[in-house]
Structures are given as structure tokens and as C-alpha cells.
């Protein structure tokens, strides 16, 4: 019997969650390292999964499949192609980062000094953001729709505690307001996921009684049901997939978020602390738009062509929407989490363009925004702890008083507005290229989003970091060792795979191809004929 490698990749984290909050009170500093070699240790094991697969091999390798609930035909069923690869190595690579980072959003409470300082539990600070890991990495491996839907759910409970319990406490309000605000984050983050699971859960449900009446017997392993509706023996009326698709659809929509099913994300950024805010957009949101890929696809092909149409009109929408309402914030964490709704729209209209470009960039995409978006926020945390104010007009000249910080920042926001020689250029070229080719008018249109993003990157830059010293920001000190031991490796990835992305696209697009197989769709032939 093989290693049960894909096991222990989720297992890890969560075992290291449980020995974090087992750390006695008094040694907080320990509870730190523990979940920090944990999760470097879950970093090792993620490599040796990419190690492990070859691009060329079998759609899903490392499989692991075991009887789970066999009267209701649930399995414990892992798998990984070379979508999953890549997202389950950024989230590996994500987390020691966002632990460092947050190194000390745990501790005493603000303005509590002497013996009668109050401690959050920065056991259970670490233990959840591990759990988070864990559940993150399951889902990307689960091939049983059961199993995928159990984490797909679970994760939400240590997301809400991480934002409503270890909340930012720099809010432009005072500290009973900020409390208020947070927990309102919180419960509409808990809220709206929910809701959207439930749909989904009934649409679990259906798939599973189609497959019991067709087959004999329910099953909700996704290669068998694949497998089946290629081979003929399982057919859907047109009616029954649509429903089972939006169901699906529904779910993921909400946590990528999709416009009109946003609304939770910039509140449950804004209130969170900047490492817990990355956990959420450049880890946690991924799971959503991972999703689409490998079961509204590959579960529902007519349906999803039948909706295509529609979904690419909300991609575009949520580009323009979200790019316009960041150029209009007042709050830096609310301005990047509107830069990631207008983000996650670029990755769904590239995922129903329907091409291997538009496919293959959107996987791209995933990778790259979780990358940019963590050296951005992950700045903009560091900013506020030293000025203690989120809003943009209480900043000003900072690169004369810390220039290493302005410069990260700056390199942090024009991977944010994809410019070339930064990863996400060749994710949004690939996507707007995918659209162009089947598309053309959404290609326009989604073009204008990038116009969109220089003008709320750059003004953020001049209004934060240029002009005039503001006396609040004179004695600002310059980013720390820890720092920088953050931020400089990240940056260093974005202009390597800026430069060379080919070990990412060599993992990527055999798995794009075989997405694309489900749904029975090429890529369009050029129109223009070649000059004799």
C-alpha cells in the first residue's frame, strides 16, 4: 500500500492545529513556533505533491479512494490534477507567510499595560489559522462530492472566529464601534456562506438521487459520475442539470465572491487583520472558483454552456463594478478588497470563455492574485500597525521616512494592475485573450478593467507615499527583519513567474485540456484568413 501522501498534506495542518491549542497559556511564544514549523512542514510535504505529479500522466494521480458511508454511497476519495497541484502548493506557500506576518496580532490587548494586561488566546489565534489550512488543502484534493461539500462547509466556522474574535483594531470608529463592526463582518461572512451552502446541499442531494435512479445505486464520486455521462449510462433532463448547476453554481459564486453575491467581502476584510484578510481572498476564496472548474464543469456540461452567457455578463460586471468602487474608498483594506472582486471576475470570465487560453490564464490567475494580493495587504497591514488609522487621507509622504516600505508597497500595486514583467500580466493577457477569441465585445469591455486598476493603484500610491510629510507618519520606522522576511520572498516569486511562468503552465494546462473535454468545447478557429 503507497503513502497516503494527499492525506497527509491536510492532515498535517490539522494535527498542528490541535497540538497549537493544546500549548499551555503561559508559553504563547511556543504556540507560535509550532504552528510556524507546522506549517513550513505542510510547505514540505505540498512540494513533494508537485514533485510527485507528472503533467503527462493520468488526469488525477496520488488518488486515494476508501469506503467512507457505504449505504449512501459517500467515499473518501482524493485526487489531484494540475489545477489542484498549484493551488494547494499557494496555499502552503501563503500560510508560514500570513503566520509571520501575524506574529503578534495576538497579543495584549492595545492600551493595557502592567500586571492586569488582558491576552488574547494566541494559541487558538494560530490553531485556527492551521485549521483553515487543513480544510482549504482537502477540498482542493476531494474528488467525492460529499467529502468536498463537509470541508467546503467546515472552513467557514474558524474563518468566522478569526474575523469576528481577532478583528483589526484599527478602526476609524472608537473600540466598542470597532467591536460592533467586526462581529457584524463576521455573522454576514458566516451568513452568506452559509446560505449558499445549503443551496448547494439540496443540489448534493438531487445529484445523488439522479445517480441512484440511473445507475442502481447513488454514488458521488466525480470521476464516476463523469465517467458514466461520457459513456451514455447516465443522462440528465435538461431541466434536472440546469437546477443541479446553479445550485452548485450558487455556492461557489458567493464564495469567490461574484457580483451580486459580493457584499460579505469587503466588510469581512475591512474588519479583519491584514494577515487573516489574505487567508480569506488569497486562500479561502480560491476554493470557490477551483470549484467551478472541476464540478460545474465537469458534473454539468450542457447546463453550463446553457449559462455561460449570463455568467459572463456578472464576470464583467464585477470587473468594472469592483475596479470603479476601489478608485472611491476612503479605507486602504476596503479599496483591495474591491480590487479582488474586479480580480475574481477576470477568473470567472476566463473560466466560461471556454477556451484553453481563458482557462488556463484563469488558473493562472488564481495563483497570481493570491501571490500579489498577499505582498499588498500583507504591506498595508504593516503600514497600519505603525500609523494605527486605515483611512487614506492619514497617510502622506511616507517614502521619504520609509522608503523600503513604499517600495514594496509599489511593487505590491503594480502586480495588482498586472503590469508586464509581474505574474499577473500573463494571467490577465491569457484571459483576455481566451475572451477575445470567442467573445470579442466581453474582451473589450473586460479590457477597460485594467485601465481601471492603474488609475486606483497609482492614486492610492501618490496619496499614501508622495507629497508632503504628514506629521502623524514622521517618525514612521522602516519595515523590520520580520518583515521583510515576508514580503521579499513574495516579491521575488512575482517576477520570477512574471518572467517565466512555464513550470506553471507546463502543470496547468493538460488539466485545462482535460476541463475542457467535459464540456465538449474547442478552441474557435481564427477568422481571418491567411494572404495567399
Given amino acids: 500500500m503507497s503513502f497516503p501522501l494527499l492525506t497527509a498534506v491536510a492532515v498535517l495542518p490539522a494535527l498542528g492545529a490541535i497540538a497549537t491549542a493544546a500549548v499551555p497559556a503561559a508559553r504563547r ?28 500522466g493520468d488526469r488525477y494521480q496520488l488518488t486515494e479512494s476508501y469506503s467512507w458511508i457505504a449505504d449512501f454511497g459517500v467515499r473518501y476519495e482524493l485526487g489531484v490534477d494540475g489545477i489542484a497541484v498549484a493551488l494547494i502548493a499557494l496555499t ?15 497579543d495584549s490587548l492595545e492600551g493595557e499595560e502592567g500586571p492586569n494586561r488582558r491576552w488574547r488566546p494566541t494559541q487558538g489565534f494560530f490553531a485556527l489559522i492551521l485549521a483553515v489550512e487543513a480544510m482549504v488543502i482537502i477540498s482542493f484534493e476531494a474528488t467525492d462530492v460529499f467529502l468536498f461539500y463537509i470541508f467546503f462547509e467546515a472552513m467557514l466556522i474558524p474563518m468566522y472566529f ?58 458521488f464520486s466525480l470521476q464516476a459520475i463523469v465517467e ?15 437546477l443541479l448547476f446553479l445550485g452548485f453554481f450558487f455556492a461557489f459564486a458567493v464564495k469567490a465572491p461574484l457580483w451580486p453575491l459580493h457584499t460579505w467581502l469587503p466588510n469581512a476584510m475591512g474588519e479583519s487583520t491584514a494577515p487573516v484578510a489574505v ?3 488569497a486562500v479561502v476564496d480560491k476554493v470557490g472558483t477551483f470549484a467551478m472548474l472541476r464540478f460545474c464543469l465537469g458534473l454539468f456540461p450542457g447546463a453550463s454552456e446553457w449559462a455561460t452567457p449570463v455568467i459572463v455578463v456578472l464576470a464583467l460586471v464585477s470587473i468594472i463594478y469592483g475596479a470603479l468602487l476601489a478608485i472611491g474608498q476612503r479605507d486602504i483594506k476596503r479599496l483591495v478588497a474591491y480590487a479582488s472582486i474586479s480580480h475574481f471576475g477576470f477568473i470567472v470570465l476566463g473560466i466560461f470563455a471556454m477556451t484553453s487560453q481563458g482557462q488556463g490564464g484563469a488558473t493562472l490567475y488564481m495563483v497570481n492574485h493570491g501571490i500579489s494580493t498577499a ?26 521616512v520609509a522608503p523600503v516600505l513604499a517600495g514594496t508597497f509599489l511593487v505590491g500595486g503594480l502586480a495588482t494592475l498586472s503590469l508586464p514583467g509581474l505574474a499577473p500580466f500573463v494571467s490577465e493577457f491569457l484571459v483576455l485573450v481566451g475572451t477575445f477569441t470567442r467573445y470579442p465585445a466581453a474582451g473589450v469591455v473586460a479590457t477597460l478593467g485594467i485601465v481601471l486598476a492603474a488609475l486606483y493603484v497609482l492614486v492610492l500610491y501618490q496619496r499614501t507615499m508622495t507629497g508632503p510629510v504628514r506629521p502623524e507618519v514622521e517618525r514612521m520606522p522602516d519595515l523590520r527583519k520580520r518583515e521583510l522576511l515576508v514580503v521579499a520572498p513574495l516579491i521575488a516569486l512575482l517576477i520570477f513567474l512574471g518572467v ?33
Avoid: C
Avoid at 228 to 242: C, F, I, K, P, Y
Fill in 29 to 56: 511564544t511556543a504556540a507560535k513556533w509550532l504552528a510556524l514549523a507546522v506549517s513550513l512542514a505542510t510547505l514540505v510535504l505540498a512540494a513533494v505533491v508537485a514533485f510527485r505529479f507528472d503533467p503527462g
Fill in 92 to 106: 502552503a506557500l501563503l500560510v508560514p507567510f500570513v503566520i509571520l506576518a501575524g506574529w503578534h496580532d495576538a
Fill in 162 to 219: 478569526l474575523i469576528g474574535g481577532f478583528g483589526d483594531r484599527a478602526g476609524p470608529h472608537g473600540e466598542e464601534e470597532t467591536a460592533k463592526q467586526r462581529s457584524y463582518a463576521a455573522v454576514k461572512f458566516l451568513l452568506y456562506n452559509l446560505a449558499g451552502g445549503l443551496i448547494m446541499l439540496a443540489a448534493v442531494i438531487g445529484l445523488y438521487a439522479v445517480t441512484a435512479d440511473q445507475l442502481g445505486e447513488g454514488t
Fill in 228 to 242: 458514466a455521462r461520457q459513456a451514455g449510462e447516465l443522462t440528465m433532463g435538461e431541466n434536472t442539470e440546469r
Fill in 279 to 281: 487567508l480569506i481572498t
Fill in 375 to 400: 505582498v499588498l495587504m500583507l504591506i498595508v497591514g504593516f503600514l497600519i500597525s505603525r500609523r494605527g488609522s486605515r483611512l487614506i487621507a492619514d497617510y502622506g509622504g511616507v517614502q521619504k
Fill in 500 to 532: 517565466f511562468p512555464k513550470p506553471l503552465t507546463d502543470i496547468v494546462n493538460p488539466a485545462v485540456e482535460h476541463t475542457l473535454s467535459d464540456v465538449r468545447m474547442t478552441d474557435p478557429k481564427p477568422e481571418v484568413e491567411a494572404a495567399k
